[in-house]
């Protein structure tokens, strides 16, 4: 049996342009699934991990009026050292993952229920939509994950790049060294990366790059 969806974890560094690439593969007509927006809607609604996340960090990440975790609060606990970090991690991603794998579920029964349409002479979603594509920022977190995955693709730019265009969004030289220190290191992604989509020549290069990509990947799932 055909497989009916093919799974894409879309990485890069912080301001590498992942977001863009993820943005104009929705444009084109993919499922995409982005890992940030994912985590945020797990810390709002699972009430397992606030419950946690109080008992591990204490009531001054809870917003009292709201009952919801404070992100920014949360924040400045976890990244006061490493083993702060290491333990939000530790308390977040499998939740995270729970839901991915839900959200993956979802995207292929959808791809399902269309085939099943198309067979019966109704309308049916392009073959787009059989692409799905996982926005991740922290790969080397996602690492046990990367058997779900038909490919994985980088999105490589120059670390001086990305910090002059993470300045120009008013992010301070310091907060993106601390933030890229935190990431895997540029060699890692390149190593763990099937495919690398190269951002160091402006946005229309890149733009060609990706449209070049996707026209392959149709021909994957025609």
């Known amino acids: 049996m055909e497989k009916p969806l093919y799974i894409v974890f879309l990485a890069g560094g912080i301001a590498s342009g992942k977001s863009s690439v993820s943005r104009q593969l929705a444009s084109l007509g993919a499922q995409v699934i982005d890992l940030d927006e994912l985590s945020r809607y797990v810390l709002d609604s699972n009430e397992q991990l606030k419950h946690d996340i109080a008992q591990a960090f204490g009531a001054q990440v809870v917003d009292e009026k709201t009952g919801q975790i404070d992100r920014a609060r949360l924040a400045q606990c976890a990244f006061e050292s490493a083993s702060a970090t290491a333990l939000l991690e530790d308390l977040e991603l499998p939740a995270i993952k ?11 029964k959808r791809v399902l229920a269309d085939t ?8 049916s979603l392009s073959k787009a939509a059989r692409i799905c594509v996982v926005e991740v920022p922290l790969l080397d ?10 490919e994985v693709v980088l999105v490589d730019t120059p670390v001086e ?9 008013g992010m301070s030289e310091a907060d993106f060294w601390a933030r890229a220190q935190r990431q895997a290191p540029d060699q890692w992604l390149r190593a763990h990366a099937d495919t690398i989509l190269p951002n160091g020549a402006g946005e229309d290069d890149l733009a060609r790059t990706v449209a070049l990509w996707w026209k392959e990947r149709l021909d994957v799932v025609s």
Not at 162 to 167: G, L, T
Request: charged share 30%; net charge positive.
């Open 116 to 123: 099943m349409k198309s067979n019966h002479g109704s309308k």
């Open 161 to 169: 790049l990305r910090c002059k265009r993470a300045m120009q969004r």
């Open 98 to 108: 729970q839901e991915l794998l839900l959200r993956l579920t979802q995207a292929q």
């Open 141 to 150: 977190r996602m690492e046990a994950y990367f058997d779900i995955a038909d």
